[in-house]
């Protein structure tokens, strides 16, 4: 089933009085079933409050955000944990990788936490790297590989758990335009093939135009949607 999201008048203000910011505000959209968003703006403009809301990593200070019918975070603190391990994956810029595991051992980490066994989940592993072109590098340790493979190997592992929505920010800071695009194109590739619902903020609108719809962000506020160029 392809996944809904609804965000409805959200806001996040951290800190409060004179120090406050209000990084987020009255931001409302709702995105169609499988459709991949690019979220654009200048830096400071609340991309990042706005996809850790989305992500369950950070609670709103106001409105909604509604998951195939659930509010996130409307319920128990255990539930947004269970919302995160299983609806959820992330992609950030700095990959996160752990410098001491291969690019496999990168991928079972999650699944350990995870309800996977083993079998399955190296079966999973083992067809994510070859769908991200990464078979022959699966036994590299992460600080031998390249920033384009450290970043395609954060995506194979943010699909682990099977997510239902794929959350990315800015994927492609550290690679040049052409390695960063076939990053993005991966990416989508995947997103498509598993009908999820895909969410990245960019601030290269090169690479926003891949997606099927672009929102620019400026001071917290969504101020332009319009259609991207519709990756095929
Ligand atoms: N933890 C925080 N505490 C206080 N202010 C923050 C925090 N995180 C972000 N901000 C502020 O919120 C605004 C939006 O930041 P952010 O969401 O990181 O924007 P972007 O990802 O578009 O660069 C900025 O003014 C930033 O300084
Ligand atoms: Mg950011």
Not at 68 to 76: C, K, L, Q, Y
Not at 162 to 170: F, M, T
């Amino acid at each position: 089933m392809a996944t809904t999201l609804a965000v409805q008048d959200l806001e996040k203000t951290y800190g409060s009085g004179e120090d406050a910011v209000r990084a987020v505000r009255h931001v409302s959209f709702e995105t169609a079933p499988g459709e991949f968003v690019a979220l654009v703006g200048p830096s400071g403009s609340g991309k990042t409050t706005l996809l850790a809301m989305i992500g369950g990593l950070l609670a709103p200070t106001g409105g909604r955000i509604v998951v195939n019918g659930s509010e996130v975070g409307g319920a128990a603190k255990r539930d947004l944990a269970k919302y995160r391990r299983e609806m959820v994956g992330f992609v950030f810029q700095a990959n996160n990788l752990l410098p001491f595991l291969t690019a496999r051992e990168n991928l079972l980490v999650p699944a350990a936490l995870g309800s996977l066994d083993k079998r399955d989940a190296n079966a999973r592993a083992g067809r994510l790297l070859e769908e991200l072109g990464l078979e022959k590098r699966r036994n590299a340790l992460a600080t031998q590989l390249s920033g384009g493979e450290r970043q395609r190997v954060a995506i194979a592992r943010a699909l682990m758990n099977d997510p239902r929505l794929v959350l990315v920010d800015e994927p492609t800071a550290s690679l040049d335009s052409a390695r960063g695009r076939q990053v993005v194109e991966s990416l989508i590739r995947e997103v498509r093939a598993r009908d999820v619902l895909g969410i990245m903020v960019t601030h290269d609108m090169a690479m926003a135009e891949l997606a099927d719809r672009v929102l620019e962000m400026h001071d917290g506020e969504i101020r332009e949607h319009r259609a991207g160029k519709l990756a095929t």
